[in-house]
Nanobody
Framework: QVEHTESGGGLVQSGSSLVLSCAAV????????VAWFRQAPGKERDFVAA????????TYEDSIRGRFTISKNNTKNTVYLHMANLQPEDTAVYYC?????????????????WGQGTQVTVSS
């Protein structure tokens, strides 16, 4: 499985935007489906968004649909999560996960490689 690193998290105010990046290391992302999950303090890890290996299929968790957009740049070996109108309930550690030649699955068990996560904190 491809190794990858997340970046782009930070502390922002409610209503702000952030772009998270998931960059592949050593192997091209072009054959991997990629998903973002998040885990808030004291809660389970939840699905956020996913994109298939081709970059043509995406799926989103209902509460963030219309605010977050996932995209894939195979030339840069990077997947992005564009987050707009952030709210305090979006505060969490965001994780990038990958699966080889997969579709855009919402199931965490379908992904085999996970990053260390990047912290997003939204103040009210």
């Amino acid at each position: 499985q491809v190794e990858h690193t997340e970046s782009g998290g930070g502390l922002v105010q409610s209503g702000s935007s952030l772009v998270l990046s998931c960059a592949a290391v050593g192997r091209p992302f072009s054959t991997y489906a990629v998903a973002w999950f998040r885990q808030a303090p004291g809660k389970e890890r939840d699905f956020v968004a996913a994109i298939d290996y081709s970059g043509l299929q995406t799926t989103y968790e209902d509460s963030i649909r219309g605010r977050f957009t996932i995209s894939k740049n195979n030339t840069k070996n990077t997947v992005y999560l564009h987050m707009a109108n952030l709210q305090p309930e979006d505060t969490a550690v965001y994780y990038c996960a990958t699966r080889l030649f997969g579709g855009a699955s919402q199931r965490s068990d379908d992904y085999f490689a996970w990053g260390q996560g990047t912290q997003v904190t939204v103040s009210s």
